[in-house]
């Protein structure tokens, strides 16, 4: 089994800065694509931004050049660091993670931090 934690969810103004982590914890032998996503009220959840293995990135055009996403295979650790905040950012935010471990290529999901960016 397989555990993903997030944590730096809150409250922000509009313009403001927040720092998201995950980690990911339990029977993992290796970590492939790592993620995150969120969910509106009333929306589907969606993609945020991606990160393989080997630190390659995608991002979609909402958030390009305001989000980074970063990971530490060592620590099983990604970062999301979320700048130039906007109203419809508000969401709550998910960890996504594709593992190895009791099984390959298992998805797992963390229980989600909200992230609320006033006007």
């Known amino acids: 089994q397989v555990q993903l934690v997030e944590s730096g969810g809150g409250l922000v103004q509009a313009g403001g800065s927040l720092r998201l982590s995950c980690a990911a914890s339990?029977?993992?032998?290796?970590?492939?694509?790592m993620g995150w996503y969120r969910q509106a009220p009333g929306k589907q959840r969606e993609l945020v931004a991606a990160?393989?293995?080997?630190?390659?990135?995608k991002y979609p055009d909402s958030v390009k050049g305001r989000f980074t996403i970063s990971r530490d295979n060592a620590k099983n650790t990604v970062t999301l660091q979320m700048n130039s905040l906007k109203p419809e950012d508000t969401a709550v935010y998910y960890c996504?993670?594709?593992?190895?471990?009791?099984?390959?290529?298992?998805?797992?999901w963390g229980q989600g931090t909200q992230v609320t960016v006033s006007s």
């Open positions: 996504n993670a594709e593992v190895d471990g009791t099984r390959p290529g298992e998805h797992y």
């Open positions: 339990g029977n993992i032998f290796r970590i492939h694509d």
């Open positions: 990160i393989t293995r080997g630190g390659n990135t």
